[in-house]
């Protein structure tokens, strides 16, 4: 074999050992992730849509329309939508406004809901600080720079570059 199919291998090996490595923790975070909110919220009988659909409203002085949550949770419409109406049976959110399209009315938490998301928001906070113990400020602003630059590639990737 030349040296130019060799390079060509090595570089497929590496690649294939970055690719592994990548999926894998992706994985395993998304897991911890996942397990962590079910294990948080079960006693509330919430998932983690609903973990998601509550810290953002805890954040949103004005609460935000169904739109505006689909888009910020980065969830589908659907999903978005169960997720709002089984909050709203929970008591733990109220649609506002006047608009006649329950998509575009304004979702805004209810006292007990203000409490849970609260409570899910100081959940949250301790998570991300066992997550990222013994990263230093540095550190975590490199991680974040690093996978929102591959999470943008991915995003952008389609079949055809192939």
Do not use: W
């Amino acid at each position: 074999m030349d040296d130019t199919k060799k390079e060509k291998v090595g570089e497929n090996i590496g690649q294939s050992i970055r690719f592994e490595k990548f999926t894998s923790l992706i994985l395993r975070i998304n897991r911890s992730v996942q397990r962590i909110k079910s294990e948080e919220m079960a006693p509330h009988g919430l998932t983690g849509v609903h973990v998601n659909c509550l810290y953002y409203l805890v954040t949103s002085e004005r609460g935000m329309s169904q739109a505006e949550l689909t888009r910020v949770c980065r969830e589908d419409k659907a999903y978005i939508s169960r997720a709002v109406a089984e909050l709203t049976k929970l008591g733990m959110i109220e649609l506002k406004g006047g608009d006649t399209k329950k998509y575009k009315s304004t979702i805004m938490l209810t006292e007990y809901g203000r409490e849970v998301a609260l409570r899910t928001r100081t959940a949250v906070d301790r998570a991300v600080a066992a997550g990222s113990a013994g990263l230093t400020d540095e550190d975590r602003e490199v991680l974040y720079r690093c996978l929102e630059t591959v999470s943008d590639n991915l995003e952008k990737y389609t079949v055809e570059e192939l």
